[in-house]
């Protein structure tokens, strides 16, 4: 499979032919190291597990783009995914070749970008790298993945505070008169943005006081916003409309009435989230709310329905969640303890037990003092 020989610079040559029967080659300083890695790489060659060492000079960018040309995404995640190499790993480690980056070449990039980033952007930037490298060890570009065994920030999930009652209405009194139906809309269904956006008037009837969300609207950068599926299967729904949502879309619909598009731009083109986003931090700033997600319309939709006694199942429903865990583990805090209920539950089982203890309680004294 290879040998080991000692050139007259007195360094050691370590000799084997791959696969193809390509002569390599390697030169260590010590005769024992050449023949390590002589034995390691022929096992490598007797189990099927040999890499080409050429195979891993192509740099991490330009795997990582091959590697986003083949993954079966939704359009918002794969343009999610691409932003991530684009802003958090490209400009760190995108010049590397495969081969060279190191476990600890890795660690020390968590580590810069813990500086500057959440702890739980860390973490997907690290997936995402991982899931690169991963599929470099799969096609024998490298050995192993790099970013095995990375520490990474611990993730604490805030939990969900919603906001009042007073916040959302400066909020839709700061909005723009055109889309204050929007926010009153997210307010009283908690549907996605995107659910908003691409919402046509044949989704609604205003009749039944019922909105279908079977789509959305989505924005990628360097494409037109255009119709897609909602997020999964769980967010095709049919959620009901309070009065107090249906008075404000019969009021829009009235004043900017659309053939498609229930909500628009000043032209009538779709809605864009990035302009959309100034739009909603203005009014932010000027009902003196602080800085929030749109998505907290949801929140406030979900803690509206916990408040008045809805069931988890109810809950899960509405907002389009794939599973009742998903619901409990954003909001299980919101729902009421209630103490008392809480003893008599226990009391009602329990009390048989009660009477057993006082009606056997004696003898067992007596017992314990004859013993003394």
């Given at each position: 499979?290879?040998?080991?020989?000692?050139?007259?610079?007195?360094?050691?040559?370590?000799?084997?032919?791959?696969?193809?029967?390509?002569?390599?080659?390697?030169?260590?300083?010590?005769?024992?190291?050449?023949?390590?890695?002589?034995?390691?790489?022929?096992?490598?060659?007797?189990?099927?597990?040999?890499?080409?060492?050429?195979?891993?000079?192509?740099?991490?960018?330009?795997?990582?783009?091959?590697?986003?040309?083949?993954?079966?995404?939704?359009?918002?995640?794969?343009?999610?995914?691409?932003?991530?190499?684009?802003r958090?790993?490209?400009?760190?480690?995108?010049?590397?070749?495969?081969?060279?980056?190191?476990?600890?070449?890795?660690?020390?990039?968590?580590?810069?970008?813990?500086?500057?980033?959440?702890?739980?952007?860390?973490?997907?930037?690290?997936?995402?790298?991982?899931?690169?490298l991963?599929?470099?060890?799969t096609?024998?570009?490298?050995?192993?993945?790099?970013?095995?065994?990375?520490?990474?920030?611990?993730?604490?999930?805030?939990?969900?505070?919603?906001?009042t009652?007073?916040?959302?209405?400066?909020?839709?009194?700061?909005?723009?008169?055109?889309?204050?139906?929007?926010?009153?809309?997210?307010?009283?269904?908690?549907?996605?943005?995107?659910?908003?956006?691409?919402?046509?008037?044949?989704?609604?009837?205003?009749?039944?006081?019922?909105?279908?969300?079977?789509?959305?609207?989505?924005?990628?950068?360097g494409?037109?916003p255009?119709?897609?599926?909602?997020?999964?299967?769980?967010?095709?729904?049919?959620?009901?409309l309070p009065?107090?949502?249906?008075?404000?879309?019969?009021q829009?619909?009235?004043?900017y009435?659309?053939?498609?598009?229930?909500?628009?731009?000043?032209?009538?083109?779709?809605?864009?989230?990035?302009?959309?986003?100034?739009?909603?931090?203005?009014?932010?700033?000027?009902?003196?709310?602080?800085?929030?997600?749109?998505?907290?319309?949801?929140?406030?939709?979900?803690?509206?329905?916990?408040?008045?006694?809805?069931?988890?199942?109810?809950?899960?429903?509405?907002?389009?969640?794939?599973?009742?865990?998903?619901?409990?583990?954003?909001?299980?805090?919101?729902?009421?303890?209630?103490?008392?209920?809480?003893r008599?539950?226990?009391?009602?089982?329990?009390?048989?037990?009660?009477?057993?203890?006082?009606?056997?309680?004696?003898?067992?004294?007596?017992?314990?003092?004859?013993?003394?």
């Amino acid at each position: 499979m290879g040998n080991v020989a000692r050139r007259p610079d007195g360094k050691w040559r370590a000799r084997y032919r791959d696969t193809s029967g390509r002569e390599r080659t390697k030169q260590f300083a010590r005769k024992v190291d050449a023949q390590r890695w002589l034995a390691e790489t022929t096992q490598s060659l007797r189990e099927g597990r040999y890499v080409d060492p050429q195979a891993g000079r192509l740099t991490l960018s330009d795997y990582a783009q091959e590697w986003l040309s083949r993954q079966v995404h939704r359009p918002t995640t794969a343009d999610q995914m691409e932003g991530v190499v684009r802003r958090y790993i490209d400009p760190h480690l995108g010049t590397m070749r495969l081969a060279a980056i190191q476990p600890s070449d890795v660690q020390r990039w968590v580590k810069q970008l813990s500086l500057t980033l959440a702890p739980s952007t860390v973490g997907v930037a690290h997936r995402i790298l991982s899931g690169i490298l991963k599929a470099a060890v799969t096609d024998r570009r490298i050995m192993s993945n790099p970013c095995t065994g990375t520490k990474l920030p611990k993730v604490t999930k805030p939990k969900v505070q919603p906001i009042t009652e007073d916040q959302l209405a400066a909020i839709v009194g700061q909005m723009p008169r055109r889309h204050r139906a929007l926010v009153i809309l997210a307010a009283g269904t908690g549907l996605r943005q995107g659910e908003i956006f691409g919402l046509t008037v044949d989704r609604l009837d205003l009749e039944r006081r019922t909105v279908l969300v079977n789509r959305q609207l989505i924005n990628v950068n360097g494409r037109e916003p255009f119709f897609g599926p909602p997020k999964s299967q769980a967010s095709v729904r049919i959620v009901p409309l309070p009065e107090v949502v249906v008075d404000a879309l019969r009021q829009h619909l009235r004043t900017y009435p659309s053939p498609t598009l229930v909500f628009t731009n000043n032209v009538g083109a779709p809605l864009r989230r990035s302009a959309f986003w100034t739009e909603w931090n203005r009014a932010l700033k000027r009902a003196g709310v602080p800085v929030i997600r749109f998505h907290e319309l949801r929140h406030y939709y979900a803690s509206l329905l916990i408040r008045h006694g809805e069931s988890v199942k109810t809950v899960q429903a509405r907002l389009g969640h794939a599973s009742a865990s998903e619901t409990l583990d954003t909001y299980s805090h919101l729902w009421p303890d209630n103490d008392e209920r809480t003893r008599a539950a226990v009391d009602g089982v329990l009390r048989n037990f009660a009477d057993y203890l006082r009606t056997n309680g004696a003898p067992e004294t007596h017992h314990r003092r004859s013993e003394a």
